[in-house]
């Protein structure tokens, strides 16, 4: 069982920064992570992901040059780092986890969900 928690989230101007983390109760060192977002009236979709060391990593076009995903298994965080934010970014911000050491970009594929963090770009 892993139970996973974002923090970071908040209000911003366009242009701005954040940087959300993912602390996990569990161990998470052969996991894929991954960065899922939600805005009011649309699907979840990825943003993220990362694979277990780093090596292979996934952005949504519309994220890609804006953020960065990483992580420190030693400290069993996650972190998104986002720059030059867009209005279009606001949503419910989800760090998720599947339990293998393949790398996935399928949401049905994460088996632990956290509860999510608001992020809210104005313009």
């Known amino acids: 069982q892993v139970q996973l928690v974002e923090s970071g989230g908040g209000l911003v101007q366009a242009g701005g920064s954040l940087r959300l983390s993912c602390t996990a109760s569990g161990r998470i060192g052969i996991n894929t992570m991954g960065w899922f977002r939600q805005a009011p009236g649309k699907e979840r979709e990825l943003v993220t992901a990362?694979?277990?060391?780093?090596?292979?990593?996934y952005y949504a076009h519309s994220v890609k040059g804006r953020f960065t995903i990483s992580r420190d298994n030693a400290k069993n965080i996650v972190y998104l780092q986002m720059n030059s934010l867009k209005p279009e970014d606001t949503a419910v911000y989800s760090c998720?986890?599947?339990?293998?050491?393949?790398?996935?970009?399928?949401?049905?594929?994460?088996?632990?969900w956290g509860q999510g963090t608001q992020v809210t770009v104005s313009s």
């Open positions: 998720a986890t599947a339990v293998s050491p393949y790398f996935t970009t399928t949401p049905g594929n994460y088996n632990y």
């Open positions: 990362i694979n277990w060391d780093g090596s292979n990593t």
